[in-house]
């Protein structure tokens, strides 16, 4: 495992996506329910924002529940909920610790009421948080991203709001959910398994992945830095040959 020593801290990603994995399949190993795994899933959430911020990450994207995750048992959907709101509610403290502002990306209006009223208290409470950026990706999908992209772009479009020629790369990028947001240069995927599963479509167009076989509640702060030692070893070449990088 890697310590803090070993990151270059000249090249910290801006941004930092996180797939996290395998609550269920740690709960079943223990003997446990699937829950007692969420539950079991905070440490690893606190310890990895905590040494985000620390080294310098500048934002840091949680795949928390996505769009397809409404079709689970009713019982584990409800369980994860009030879950959601007692993490939110319990972490706050932390945030405000760190200098560590809230946001949220996803269907948040699908969210139970408890759970919208937490996350609203707890985005205008760490709103003056400017050491990092904690992005929650709730009621998320990449699909659902660009499909209400797309809505509000050809809505400004039929407003004659925006002429159809002068959309670029860039006008696409600022109808998303991540406006403003750097693409990430990182994403982190826990439990082995090797797939985006309809996370930042968009946005990973040139992400470095890392996948680990770890179960998302073992993670801890070392296994972040172990990520951002892969990332500090990969050549990001962005379809250029490795000679071009080297000639400035
Ligand atoms: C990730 O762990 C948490 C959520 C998707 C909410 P899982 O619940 O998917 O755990 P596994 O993949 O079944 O082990
Ligand atoms: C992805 O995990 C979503 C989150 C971590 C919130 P899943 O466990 O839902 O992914 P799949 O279905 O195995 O691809
Ligand atoms: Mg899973």
């Not at 801290?9 to 399949?25: E, F, K, L, W």
């Not at 009713?74 to 610790?97: C, D, S």
């Not at 240069?185 to 946005?203: A, H, K, M, P, V």
């Not at 992400?207 to 680990?212: G, N, R, S, V």
């Amino acid at each position: 495992m890697a310590a803090r020593s070993e990151i270059d801290s000249q090249n910290i990603p801006a941004h930092v996506a996180v797939i996290m994995d395998g609550n269920g399949r740690w709960a079943k190993q223990k003997g446990g329910l699937r829950i007692f795994g969420h539950q079991n899933a905070i440490t690893a959430v606190r310890e990895t924002v905590e040494a985000a911020a620390e080294v310098g990450v500048r934002f840091l994207t949680l795949y928390a529940f996505s769009t397809e995750n409404w079709a689970r048992p009713a019982h584990e959907v409800m369980a994860l909920m009030q879950l959601l709101v007692h993490t939110i509610r319990q972490e706050t403290p932390t945030l405000l610790k760190n200098k560590v502002r809230l946001q949220a990306i996803g269907q948040i209006e699908n969210l139970p009421a408890s759970c919208q009223r937490e996350l609203a208290e707890a985005i205008e409470l760490t709103k003056a948080g400017d050491r990092m950026t904690l992005v929650l990706a709730l009621s998320y999908s990449g699909r659902w991203d660009l499909t209400h992209a797309a809505q509000q772009l050809a809505t400004d479009v039929a407003a004659g709001r925006l002429e159809p020629s002068a959309i670029t790369e860039q006008t696409l990028a600022g109808y998303l959910s991540t406006k403003g947001i750097p693409d990430p240069e990182l994403l982190i995927r826990t439990s082995g398994e090797q797939r985006i599963s309809n996370f930042l479509l968009w946005q990973l167009a040139y992400t470095e992945l890392y996948i680990t076989d770890l179960l998302w509640p073992d993670f801890r702060r070392e296994h972040f830095y172990d990520a951002l030692r892969a990332y500090q070893q990969r050549e990001r070449r962005f379809g250029k040959t490795s000679e071009q990088l080297t000639v400035s």
